[in-house]
């Protein structure tokens, strides 16, 4: 069963920046999935295949990028002006959420 690998994650202060990495398999749109202890996870980001459609959650919009290189069959989320509330553990995932969900990776935003 597939299951994509996330990496990345880390702590940093309020207004830092981290880049998250996920290694998947085979041609599709991606999305990154964020979950806090007692929440739903929630849509974060999602490209199309090709690269050229991009969507994001509103909380996140202009703060964070998310990008592909279908070469190396990675995604990448690129977090910046990073505040507490983006705390939470990151997933990504085929956009219809279709695979198994991987370990994830911890972001903590200190303030």
């Known amino acids: 069963q597939v299951q994509p690998v996330e990496s990345g994650g880390g702590v940093v202060q309020a207004g830092g920046s981290l880049r998250l990495s996920c290694q998947y398999s085979?041609?599709?749109?991606m999305a990154w999935y964020r979950q806090t202890p007692g929440k739903e996870r929630e849509f974060v980001a999602a490209?199309?295949?090709?690269?050229?459609?991009?969507y994001y959650a509103d909380s996140v919009k202009g703060r964070f990028a998310i990008s592909r290189d279908n070469a190396k069959n990675m995604v990448y989320l690129q977090m910046n002006s990073l505040k507490s509330e983006d705390t939470a553990v990151y997933y990504c995932?085929?956009?219809?959420?279709?695979?198994?969900w991987g370990q994830g990776t911890q972001v903590t935003v200190s303030s």
């Open positions: 085979g041609d599709y749109d």
């Open positions: 490209i199309s295949w090709s690269g050229h459609t991009t």
């Open positions: 995932n085929k956009r219809d959420r279709s695979w198994s």
